[in-house]
């Protein structure tokens, strides 16, 4: 997946969760939502460095970038990552669920 918009549309004020960020298909979608303008809530059970995403993800025209360490099999984990979404950036636009 190209890392660049591939299209006219762009994402600006949009907010999308991707799960399963930290590498593989997840990272990779990060990436191009971040190339789109959205901004990021990261999500994986495997601890990231938020300002290393932060930087990466911003360089490539994200606006902001929240990392969360979440277990999606886990209810109450999934629970507290869409209050903290909804807290840090009061709405949700997109779903990416890879994890
Ligand atoms: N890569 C492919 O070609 C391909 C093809 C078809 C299906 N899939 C499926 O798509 C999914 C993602 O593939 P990938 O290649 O990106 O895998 P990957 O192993 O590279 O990355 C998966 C990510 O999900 C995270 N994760 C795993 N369990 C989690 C959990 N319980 N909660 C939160 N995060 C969790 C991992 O820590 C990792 O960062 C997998 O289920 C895979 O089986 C992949």
């Given at each position: 997946m190209?890392?660049?918009?591939?299209g006219p549309w762009r994402l600006d004020g949009a907010v999308a969760v991707v799960t399963g960020a930290a590498r593989g298909i997840g990272a990779a979608i990060a990436?191009?939502?971040a190339g789109l303008g959205a901004s990021l809530a990261l999500a994986?059970?495997?601890?990231?460095?938020?300002a290393e995403q932060a930087e990466r993800l911003r360089?490539?025209?994200?606006?902001r970038v929240t990392v969360h360490r979440v277990d999606v099999r886990d209810i109450s984990s999934c629970i507290a990552l869409v209050a903290a979404v909804a807290e840090e950036f009061g709405r949700l636009?997109?779903?990416?669920?890879t994890g």
């Amino acid at each position: 997946m190209p890392d660049a918009p591939i299209g006219p549309w762009r994402l600006d004020g949009a907010v999308a969760v991707v799960t399963g960020a930290a590498r593989g298909i997840g990272a990779a979608i990060a990436r191009h939502l971040a190339g789109l303008g959205a901004s990021l809530a990261l999500a994986d059970v495997e601890p990231m460095n938020p300002a290393e995403q932060a930087e990466r993800l911003r360089a490539l025209g994200a606006h902001r970038v929240t990392v969360h360490r979440v277990d999606v099999r886990d209810i109450s984990s999934c629970i507290a990552l869409v209050a903290a979404v909804a807290e840090e950036f009061g709405r949700l636009d997109i779903l990416v669920n890879t994890g």
